[in-house]
């Protein structure tokens, strides 16, 4: 067995016990600390994935402990490409989002200068990081299937708190709407769980050893829709959305980035893993109505953004869009679209990050998140603008940056698809196409009201980015840049996993994915 994931999982526990027992009044030391254990574990990340072998077997890492004897449940965690990848998104993101939270515990200032006190403190909100990263981790690390429901469900608490607590002037609100849908999904996914480890009846919640224990057309559909629905309120898809744009525009900055970035991730993860896997039946049955469903969150989300005035909700809202092309593209059944969903799970946790964070500095400065209080950022704030304008950009999917790389793959691979209902994913395609036009539309509007034109009188006293600022930046707008020329890393990683996946739901794979992913 290998000590890798169990240690990946424990060093942000045990940094957060450290940060939380500090002296009141440690709060710089708090910092500093939760920053160290963050680059700590982004450094153990990247031993880990260099150490592993695309060609090898599919699970590696793998560890596993008894847990519960008595009914069969582990302490199994290990990784496939599609899994490594996300833990390495997520080891990347949490000392960013460190950095650029440095002061997002002391309060949140409004335009007319009100302070919005937390309530609760700075050591709190960096053992809350540190404890969410451990539950991102052990989500995706999850072999065992109730494992993977307990972190699914854990991974809420922090990032209850860190809303709720630290966010703007409807944290409240946003926390307990957020809770409410994630509860609701993950109930009828608990009863999914155990209806699987009945019907199965082979005393285990191993996920390898439930690949094809369910052969029943009609239990795979009901069990398929107690998983489906957690993972669609989850990813969001619409029309089960509604909790995002709240959750994400109260949240502070950083948080709103593992929010979007991650954890909304294991929805998509979840549908590409276990929905598929599980039930490849229901998945064949259903592939059409929930590709529908995700072409109307591309549009619906994109249409939507165009009407908003806040940044941060606009943000929140292209990310349903985007979510709508990974759900197409898991559902498309062909190895093209699902190497490219997966791939865009990766580029949109950058992409996003890059946004949110560019737009939680311009809101520091001005106290208000309404995109009419800005104007003319580039004459007094150039670097912050061209910041703000190249994570624009690759929301747009513009050519050259990763986000474009996903989008096209995807769209490419469910317009070939050769699935149950190709007609329809044909037709998918075509139609998700529209949103391409639809995101100029939102996020040059966005750039254009907030960086050109004259400058508001509030603007012209900002202050460019300090040195902390452009290290939260200048990493993600590289990755956005340099997987946008060259992807092939990843997707030397990923397609395996995905070539597995389709063999284990029964598709033929077929030459058009190495030729579409480079290899």
């Known amino acids: 067995m290998s000590p890798w994931l169990p240690i990946l999982m424990a060093v942000p526990v045990v940094g957060a016990i450290v940060v939380a027992l500090l002296p009141k009044g440690s709060d710089k030391l708090a910092k500093q600390v939760t920053l160290l254990v963050s680059l700590l574990v982004l450094v153990l990340t990247g031993v880990m994935a260099a150490g592993f072998k695309p060609s090898g077997e599919r699970f590696q890492f793998v560890a596993e402990y008894d847990w519960i004897p008595s009914f069969g449940v582990k302490f199994g965690v290990g990784v496939d490409g599609v899994a490594l990848v996300l833990i390495a998104l997520s080891a990347v993101l949490v000392p960013i989002v460190v950095l650029a939270s440095w002061h997002d515990a002391d309060g949140v200032k409004t335009a007319d200068g009100t302070l919005i006190t937390p309530k609760r403190s700075v050591k709190t909100y960096f053992s809350l990081l540190l404890v969410l990263e451990t539950m991102m981790i052990g989500v995706f690390a999850a072999t065992d299937i109730f494992l993977f429901y307990v972190f699914f469900e854990a991974m809420l608490i922090p990032m209850y708190f860190m809303i709720g607590s630290y966010g703007g002037a409807q944290r409240s609100y946003a926390a307990v709407k957020f809770l409410l849908y994630s509860l609701f999904g993950g109930l009828l996914m608990l009863v999914a769980v155990i209806g699987l480890y009945v019907v199965a009846g082979s005393k285990t919640f191993m996920f390898p050893e439930l690949v094809g224990a369910i052969q029943d057309p009609t239990m795979q559909k009901w069990l398929f829709g107690g998983f489906f629905i957690a993972f669609a309120i989850k990813a969001p898809l619409w029309p089960v959305h509604t909790w995002l744009p709240d959750a994400a525009a109260q949240a502070p900055a950083g948080a709103a980035v593992l929010l979007v970035g991650v954890l909304d991730k294991v929805g998509t993860f979840g549908m590409l893993r276990f929905c598929l ?96 209080d800005y104007g003319g950022v580039q004459k007094v704030a150039p670097v912050l603008a061209g910041f703000f304008l190249v994570a624009g950009l690759a929301g747009l999917s513009l050519p050259g940056l990763s986000s474009f790389v996903s989008e096209f793959m995807v769209m490419i691979g469910t317009y070939s698809s050769q699935a149950h209902g190709s007609g329809a994913l044909t037709a998918a395609a075509i139609v998700s196409a529209v949103a391409v036009i639809l995101a100029a539309v939102y996020i040059l509007w966005m750039v254009q009201r ?55 739901v029964g598709v033929p794979t077929s030459t058009i994915a190495e030729k579409g992913t480079g290899q």
């Open 277 to 372: 896997e599980l039930f490849p039946d229901a998945a064949k049955t259903f592939t059409v109505p929930i590709v529908v469903l995700a072409v109307i969150s591309i549009i619906y989300g994109a249409i939507v953004a165009i009407g908003q005035t806040d940044m941060k909700r606009l943000i929140a809202y292209t990310s349903i869009s985007h979510f709508g092309f990974i759900v197409m593209g898991v559902f498309a059944m062909s190895s093209v679209a699902q190497s490219g969903a997966a791939l865009y799970m990766v580029n949109h946790g950058f992409a996003t990050g890059a946004l949110f964070l560019a737009a939680g500095f311009l809101i520091a400065r001005r106290g208000s998140p309404f995109i009419g």
């Open 450 to 504: 907030t960086l050109n034109g004259p400058t508001a009188e509030p603007v012209k006293p900002f202050k460019d980015l300090n040195a902390r600022e452009v290290w939260v930046l200048a990493p993600l707008v590289a990755l956005i840049i340099g997987f946008g020329f060259f992807p092939k890393p990843l997707l030397d990683v990923i397609n395996p996993s995905v070539q597995q996946t389709l063999t284990n």
